[in-house]
């Protein structure tokens, strides 16, 4: 009986611990990917882009063999597998709300066919590193410690031909792209070559092409981070353990996807002024470097990190406005959106989330600019027009205002 290698958030070949795990139960097997509405409705152009970029990339290297199918997963996954008599099909486990449900509906529709979880998009599968009391951590630098004392595996030794693939007559095709996925591990071992050494002086920097863009490519599973991992330590690798530490923080707490982690927060009083929110969704804000990131997403699907921090202040802090407006926006724009490393970065800024930034702390746009964009190379690139705006609001003032309003959720 051949199998399915149904791909969602690991659109590769080498290290695979799902397609090993099919290759050694038939040497047959159908490669699968899903379009599913309930993922693409809500997500921007740059990001749906970037998705058929990996897909065109993922079939060239199966040698056009990817099936494609337009649908709902717990429709589709259990009609292909029927159809071509599969015994079992094979995915990495994902650990977000919504690939969870999915997955149960799927194993259930699958019934005698058996649905075999191998791998994850993570080092360490969420919910696996804990306290030694067995309770999930709840600071970074705790969990970081104890994820590097765990370790991971080997990496799995895949690659396209470990299979040998069915073809399919039934799919709907991978929409055309306009350029092609670059190589992510040349990409990446140019960054370790070339910046990584430099990375924990120049990261914070916007205006340089310092950080190593492997976000997306991560986010889509095109590389696994046990690849970068196996190149890099301190800060880089830090960097990655949030990565891991938010996903394990999501899986504990799903909620949290849309509720405050810190529940004392609930009682924080929010704006709902939809004109200032539709001016920083499109960078006319009047302060530079907000307005340079707000349209470098656009324009990009991305944002530089220290820019994410600065305009998600600006959303909370200046205007007032529901973290979850802001983390919303992000999702639908970002190619390297991804649930877990969004809403609690966001939480972050907001301070309500697990080791926040205390919400007294807040960003004054123009200090942290002259900081961190001192030649203005990264606002004259993304916004060369914002200074000439009227800013929206009085940065002294809403300081103010939001950290009048913080006393009310402290006592
Ligand atoms: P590098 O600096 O090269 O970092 C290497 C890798 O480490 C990144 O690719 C990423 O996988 C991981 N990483 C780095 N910083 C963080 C962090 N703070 N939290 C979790 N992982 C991190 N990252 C996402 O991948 N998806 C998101 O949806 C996302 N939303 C964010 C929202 C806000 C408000 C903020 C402040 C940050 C968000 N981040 C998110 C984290 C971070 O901004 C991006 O991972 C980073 O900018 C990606 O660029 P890079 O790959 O060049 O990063």
């Not at 191998?118 to 994820?147: C, H, L």
């Not at 702390?361 to 606002?379: E, H």
């Amino acid at each position: 009986e051949p199998s399915v290698v149904w791909f969602r958030r690991d659109l590769r070949t080498a290290d695979h611990p799902a397609l090993l795990e099919a290759a050694e139960r038939s040497p047959r097997a159908l490669a699968l990917f899903v379009l599913d509405d309930r993922l693409l409705k809500p997500s921007g152009k740059p990001r749906i882009e970037f998705l058929h970029r990996c897909l065109h990339a993922l079939n060239d290297d199966l040698g056009g063999r990817l099936a494609v199918v337009h649908g709902d997963p717990a429709e589709v996954v259990p009609r292909v597998a029927r159809e071509i008599g599969a015994g079992s099909v094979h995915i990495s486990a994902d650990f977000g709300p919504y690939g969870r449900k999915r997955d149960a509906a799927v194993e259930e529709a699958l019934g005698d066919i058996e649905l075999v979880r191998s791998g994850s998009p993570y080092a360490v599968a969420p919910g696996r590193v804990r306290k030694a009391d067995g309770t999930p951590f709840k600071v970074f630098t705790p969990f970081r410690n104890a994820w590097l004392e765990h370790g991971w595996r080997q990496p799995a030794e895949t690659d396209a031909s470990t299979v040998d693939w069915m073809r399919f007559g039934g799919g709907t095709g991978i929409p055309a792209v306009r350029e092609k996925l670059p190589d992510a591990l040349a990409l990446w071992e140019k960054f370790r070559d070339e910046r990584l050494p430099d990375y924990d002086k120049t990261r914070d920097r916007p205006d340089l092409d310092a950080t190593s863009r492997m976000s997306a490519f991560l986010r889509w599973g095109v590389l696994h981070p046990r690849t970068l991992l196996r190149d890099c330590e301190g800060t880089y690798r830090d960097e990655l353990a949030w990565r891991e530490f938010y996903a394990d923080v999501l899986w504990h707490r799903p909620e949290t996807a849309r509720q405050n982690y810190d529940r004392k927060f609930d009682r924080m009083v929010h704006d709902d002024d939809l004109e200032l929110f539709e001016a920083w969704k499109q960078g006319r804000t009047g302060f530079p470097i907000v307005d340079a990131g707000m349209r470098q997403l656009l324009r990009e699907g991305f944002m530089h990190n220290r820019v994410r921090m600065i305009v998600a202040s600006f959303l909370v802090k200046d205007l007032h406005l529901p973290w979850w407006w802001g983390a919303r926006h992000f999702m639908e724009h970002l190619v390297d959106g991804d649930l877990a490393s969004n809403q609690h970065n966001w939480q972050w800024v907001a301070g309500c989330g697990t080791d926040a930034a205390p919400f007294f702390r807040i960003f004054n746009p123009a200090t942290q600019a002259k900081k961190f964009d001192p030649d203005g190379a990264y606002v004259r690139r993304y916004a060369p027009d914002s200074a000439d705006l009227t800013p929206i609001v009085d940065h002294a003032v809403e300081r103010r205002v939001a950290l009048d309003r913080y006393q009310d959720v402290r006592t």
